[in-house]
């Protein structure tokens, strides 16, 4: 609790002490005489006077300032002092001084993240687990245990690489060079179209079916099939074979390659058992052996008759367009508009591209196959405000970490030069996305329920922090960027506010009338105060 407390602060503090920083350096080099430099509100803890400015720390760690000479109308002031106070100055050195303390607020992110990204990094390599099918990697031939090296051209070294590599790439044929066994083999691939939405922005994409994790063992127990009647059911975990562990899929077929068929194969499975509590249904897991002979085909099909339980549906969401056609968890996807769906990620992939046009689903169920025409629609929210995306309202089964064999990993090194450019890049990249979410405040499309205060920022801090030193720096850049564009707001009280009465002076030779300044108090003082309270009523209701 003290640890997460003192974590709490030091991000506090070191995000105010660099905003004040930014106002107080740039103060001194216009020549006004800065007073006092406060990290923290309220009674002073620790401090000291060094020339003609005091130090200090005070009680209240939720802010700081720095208190300049005739930053106030009407303040008394010696005549040397009243050369130098603030307001006393030109436009131009009174709007620079304001613009200091957010700038340092977007410069400081670049520092962090150079630091983050400079030297060694793990990251998830370029190869191959598993292989969808019915999608574009599987009809260019593209194997699980090849290691991709580069997607039309552009090098890639990790899995990360290879998603950056197909935005905007998407729809046409492109040479993809894979190493298979050590040697270099080019195949064609055509992407199919992802778009990635959110109320901040719309990404599209290619996508071609691969993943850098191999799937479980899991099964999908057709009714009426000999493994139904051994007492296998959908999403039983085989855990081995006859003795024999099983990590995978993939493994899983090998093994049984090696016995006859009628050979009696001894399942070790791991079944997850629904639990109610209240309101509230868990899982509870248990191992389940069970015996099936051997049957002809290969895979899963050996296993009297199972599949894969990637097209089986595991969570139908109440209210959803599935729910209302009658679909439900267990339920099998066949067919959409006529088309066999081989993959769960294929259907995503339709349904991304279909958004609200209606479609011809079949499924089977437990009364047998059913054909309906869909039509995908927002999810209904909790509270019933923002607006939530496109969907059917379908999900397969949840996996756990403890169902994915560990990533293949590749150490990546990234040099001074590189890590100052990527994070030269992502911090204007991260600003417009805030630009964006405050904008979406106002117009609607970004939930209000998305604000946070202190309380959200403390657990943030603490839960970042146990993740790791990069995790938490991560999270300092940002909410140093998130001040940064919230103090150049045009509200009374922020930094914006005050720049926009300096470039107001400097463009009309006069300044904002004293009425209007006092009623935009007023009104920004009220906004701010209306915001904080939503903030803190967010942070209960989490």
């Given at each position: 609790?003290?640890?997460?407390?003192?974590?709490?602060?030091?991000?506090?503090?070191?995000?105010?002490?660099?905003?004040?920083?930014?106002?107080?350096?740039?103060?001194?080099?216009?020549?006004?005489?800065?007073?006092?430099?406060?990290?923290?509100?309220?009674?002073?803890?620790?401090?000291?006077?060094?020339?003609?400015?005091?130090?200090?720390?005070?009680?209240?760690?939720?802010?700081?300032?720095?208190?300049?000479?005739?930053?106030?109308?009407?303040?008394?002031?010696?005549?040397?002092?009243?050369?130098?106070?603030?307001?006393?100055?030109?436009?131009?050195?009174?709007?620079?001084?304001?613009?200091?303390?957010?700038?340092?607020?977007?410069?400081?992110?670049?520092l962090?993240?150079?630091?983050?990204?400079?030297?060694?990094?793990?990251?998830?390599?370029?190869?191959?687990?598993?292989?969808?099918p019915?999608?574009?990697?599987?009809a260019?031939?593209?194997?699980?245990?090849?290691?991709?090296?580069?997607?039309?051209?552009?090098?890639?070294?990790?899995f990360?690489?290879?998603?950056?590599?197909?935005?905007?790439?998407?729809?046409?044929?492109?040479?993809?060079?894979?190493?298979?066994?050590?040697?270099?083999?080019?195949?064609?691939?055509?992407?199919?179209?992802?778009?990635?939405?959110?109320?901040?922005?719309?990404?599209?994409?290619?996508?071609?079916?691969?993943?850098?994790?191999?799937?479980?063992?899991?099964?999908?127990?057709?009714?009426?099939?000999?493994?139904?009647?051994?007492?296998?059911?959908?999403?039983?975990?085989?855990?081995?074979?006859n003795?024999?562990?099983?990590?995978?899929?993939?493994?899983?077929?090998?093994?049984?390659?090696?016995?006859?068929?009628?050979?009696?194969?001894?399942?070790?499975?791991?079944?997850?058992?629904?639990?109610?509590?209240?309101?509230?249904?868990?899982?509870?897991?248990?191992?389940?052996?069970?015996t099936?002979?051997?049957?002809?085909?290969?895979?899963?099909?050996?296993?009297?008759?199972?599949?894969?339980?990637?097209?089986?549906?595991?969570?139908?969401?109440?209210?959803?367009?599935?729910?209302?056609?009658?679909?439900?968890?267990?339920?099998?996807?066949?067919?959409?508009?006529?088309e066999?769906?081989?993959?769960?990620?294929?259907?995503?992939?339709?349904?991304?591209?279909?958004?609200?046009?209606?479609?011809?689903?079949?499924?089977?169920?437990?009364?047998?196959?059913?054909?309906e025409?869909?039509?995908?629609?927002?999810?209904?929210?909790?509270?019933?405000?923002?607006?939530?995306?496109?969907?059917?309202?379908?999900r397969?089964?949840?996996?756990?970490?403890?169902?994915?064999?560990?990533?293949?990993?590749?150490?990546?090194?990234?040099?001074?030069?590189?890590?100052?450019?990527?994070?030269?890049?992502?911090?204007?990249?991260?600003?417009?996305?805030?630009?964006?979410?405050?904008?979406?405040?106002?117009?609607?499309?970004?939930?209000?329920?998305?604000?946070?205060g202190?309380?959200?920022?403390?657990?943030?801090?603490?839960?970042?922090?146990?993740?790791?030193?990069?995790?938490?720096?991560?999270?300092?850049?940002?909410?140093?960027i998130?001040?940064?564009?919230?103090?150049?707001?045009?509200?009374?009280?922020?930094?914006?506010?005050?720049?926009?009465?300096?470039?107001?002076?400097?463009v009309?030779?006069?300044?904002?009338?004293?009425?209007?300044?006092?009623?935009?108090?007023?009104?920004?003082?009220?906004?701010?105060?209306?915001?904080?309270?939503?903030?803190?009523?967010?942070?209960?209701?989490?």
């Amino acid at each position: 609790m003290l640890q997460n407390a003192g974590l709490f602060i030091l991000l506090l503090g070191v995000l105010v002490t660099v905003h004040e920083l930014g106002h107080f350096l740039v103060a001194k080099a216009c020549g006004v005489k800065v007073l006092k430099f406060s990290i923290g509100f309220g009674p002073k803890l620790i401090g000291f006077t060094k020339g003609e400015t005091e130090y200090q720390i005070a009680l209240l760690p939720l802010g700081g300032y720095v208190k300049m000479a005739g930053d106030l109308p009407h303040e008394e002031l010696t005549p040397e002092e009243a050369s130098r106070g603030f307001l006393a100055q030109p436009p131009w050195k009174r709007g620079l001084i304001v613009l200091a303390g957010p700038a340092f607020n977007l410069i400081f992110p670049i520092l962090i993240y150079f630091f983050v990204y400079v030297g060694p990094h793990q990251a998830t390599s370029t190869l191959v687990r598993t292989v969808s099918p019915g999608l574009p990697a599987a009809a260019a031939g593209i194997r699980p245990g090849d290691r991709l090296v580069s997607v039309d051209g552009v090098p890639v070294r990790t899995f990360n690489d290879i998603s950056e590599a197909f935005i905007g790439r998407f729809e046409r044929p492109m040479p993809v060079v894979v190493d298979r066994g050590g040697q270099r083999v080019t195949v064609e691939v055509t992407p199919q179209k992802l778009v990635e939405s959110n109320p901040i922005e719309t990404v599209e994409k290619g996508s071609i079916g691969i993943g850098a994790a191999s799937r479980p063992a899991l099964l999908g127990v057709p009714r009426g099939t000999v493994a139904e009647q051994a007492g296998l059911r959908t999403f039983d975990r085989v855990l081995s074979v006859n003795g024999v562990k099983v990590e995978d899929e993939g493994q899983l077929g090998q093994t049984l390659e090696k016995f006859p068929e009628g050979t009696p194969m001894q399942l070790a499975v791991r079944r997850l058992d629904a639990v109610e509590a209240g309101a509230v249904t868990g899982r509870i897991p248990r191992v389940v052996d069970i015996t099936v002979p051997k049957q002809a085909g290969a895979g899963m099909a050996a296993l009297g008759g199972a599949e894969t339980a990637d097209l089986y549906l595991a969570i139908v969401a109440p209210g959803s367009a599935a729910d209302k056609a009658g679909i439900r968890p267990g339920d099998r996807v066949v067919s959409l508009d006529g088309e066999k769906i081989e993959s769960f990620q294929k259907l995503a992939l339709r349904l991304n591209k279909l958004k609200d046009q209606p479609f011809t689903l079949v499924w089977r169920g437990a009364d047998g196959e059913r054909t309906e025409k869909l039509a995908q629609a927002p999810l209904p929210t909790e509270d019933g405000m923002g607006s939530a995306p496109l969907a059917l309202g379908v999900r397969g089964w949840l996996l756990t970490a403890s169902d994915v064999p560990p990533a293949d990993e590749v150490t990546v090194y990234i040099g001074p030069g590189e890590a100052l450019r990527e994070a030269a890049l992502i911090v204007p990249k991260i600003v417009g996305q805030m630009v964006k979410v405050i904008g979406g405040l106002f117009v609607g499309t970004v939930p209000l329920n998305t604000v946070g205060g202190p309380i959200m920022m403390y657990q943030m801090a603490s839960k970042t922090a146990e993740q790791g030193l990069d995790s938490f720096l991560n999270l300092m850049a940002l909410i140093s960027i998130n001040l940064g564009v919230m103090n150049l707001l045009p509200i009374p009280v922020l930094d914006g506010f005050h720049l926009l009465s300096a470039a107001w002076e400097g463009v009309r030779r006069r300044p904002i009338p004293v009425r209007v300044r006092e009623v935009a108090n007023v009104v920004g003082l009220a906004l701010l105060i209306m915001l904080m309270l939503l903030a803190v009523k967010n942070d209960i209701m989490r």
